[in-house]
């Protein structure tokens, strides 16, 4: 069983006239809203969102439930901006953590956000940010066209990409939360952390400040560094946490795939691991693919890296290949010469019988000649005529 300890805290600031921010939070759902639009009609969506999440979460606590829960508050907040003129061009942002129930009844943290409202993660007196703002400078910063110092002062920082009760569809971030025991998750609205550095947060958020004293001080520094909007925290201190919770990360689209349901706790990890067996068999392919070619053309290369003179009907004839041949690579015939294998001196008509080696075609050509120049001397008859080498190039097949 995952469990968590809560406190929250939302405030008009010194500078609005109302306080469009919504929250709600109880010991499973945490929910932060900033509604934006012309008189009360931020009031209006970001109340409405709540209540919608709030209302799904309690029929299904599976991601798919709240992830419904948010497109339902979406189609909501938009039929009703475009019923009544008053609330036309209404919005609102909504930063959801719930402990979601997977089907074999594990819970664990699972964050739901649309907008600039923010998640951060306190562990170990350091502050992480755990969502990305759907604003135009925060997605400039991601795409490379802003650096995050820019993004800080950029015009169009405060203009939301996505929003609750905006379009049809709506584009949920959706990321499972790694908790420990001990962590403290602060949900906020940009009106603190547009108040607010990391240093201060972590400063008066952190243990062993008690959670109500923590979000009372949290809301007090915005307003004392501003109050420029509407200021709301809710800050969770998770007691304990359901040992198969396990962190992913990924954007749903309005029909969420089912298969976020069945195989949430593992699904991160047996993606990582499957990339990572196939790219330790796409090594071992290589590597085997490699020593594979390598010993073939090594084999190949010394089958035929030799050469050897071999009587071939009735004259010298000349081979290419290891004489007994190497596995399938048989010796192949590449030259005939016209000098008869018989008029030679014994002795090297015995050795032309165990075949005689040369290091190459010429040398074997040129040894041809000498043998047949030697018998001659031998027979002390003057010199034929017909000393040249006749090359008959084959095409002897090379399998046996
Ligand atoms: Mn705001």
Known sequence: MTRWRYAAATDTGLVRGTNQDAIFVDSSLAIVADGMGGHAAGEVASAMTVDRVYEGFLEDQSIEGLHRAIEVANSDVLQEARDDPNHFGMGTTVMVVGLTRDSSGVTSPTMFHVGDSRLYQLRDGALRQLSEDHSVAEEWVRMGRLTPDEALTHPRRHQLTRGVGVEETIDIDVMSINAQPGDRLLLCSDGLSNELSADTIVELASPPVPLDDAVYQLVEAAK??????????????????????RPIKRTLGTTPPPVAVSSRPTSHRAIRRNRWLTWRLGVAAGATIFVVVAFFFILHWYAYSTFYLAPENGVIGVYQGQPSGVLWYKPELVASTNFSSHQLRPADEASLQDTISEPSLNAALSYASYLHAAWQASQSVAPTTTTTTTLVTTTTTKKG
């Open 224 to 245: 004392q560094s501003g109050g420029r909007d509407n200021i709301s925290a809710i800050l969770l201190e998770l007691d304990e946490v359901d040992l198969a919770a």
